[in-house]
């Protein structure tokens, strides 16, 4: 089985920081690519950034500029961090990774329990 525990949500004021940390445990053989979502209620998940094994990161526009996604590939680890935050960045995070298992050949999408943001003005 494979676990992505999130955590660093939390409360912040208007142009305040925050950096979320994203952990993959399990029987994992490799991780093509990890990256953060966001949803709001009544809202569908959207991408904030993702950032591919190798590859260059890719940013939501509303983000660009201001986040930062980054990755330890020896720690199976993603991390987000979020400057100069926004009310409207205010959601719940969730942490996903596109990888392999052992005992298969292809690539599944698995998610975090998700962790709120929440932006004050």
């Known amino acids: 089985q494979v676990q992505l525990v999130e955590s660093g949500g939390g409360l912040v004021q208007a142009g305040g920081s925050l950096r979320l940390s994203c952990a993959a445990s399990?029987?994992?053989?490799?991780?093509?690519?990890m990256g953060w979502y966001r949803q709001t209620p009544g809202k569908q998940r959207e991408l904030v950034a993702s950032i591919p094994s190798g590859g260059a990161p890719n940013y939501a526009d509303s983000v660009k500029g201001r986040f930062t996604i980054s990755r330890d590939n020896a720690k199976n680890t993603v991390y987000l961090q979020m400057n100069s935050l926004k009310p409207e960045d205010t959601a719940v995070y969730y942490c996903?990774?596109?990888?392999?298992?052992?005992?298969?050949?292809?690539?599944?999408?698995?998610w975090g329990q998700g962790t709120q943001v929440t932006v004050s003005s």
């Open positions: 399990g029987s994992i053989v490799t991780i093509a690519a």
């Open positions: 996903n990774a596109k990888l392999v298992v052992v005992g298969t050949l292809w690539g599944a999408s698995y």
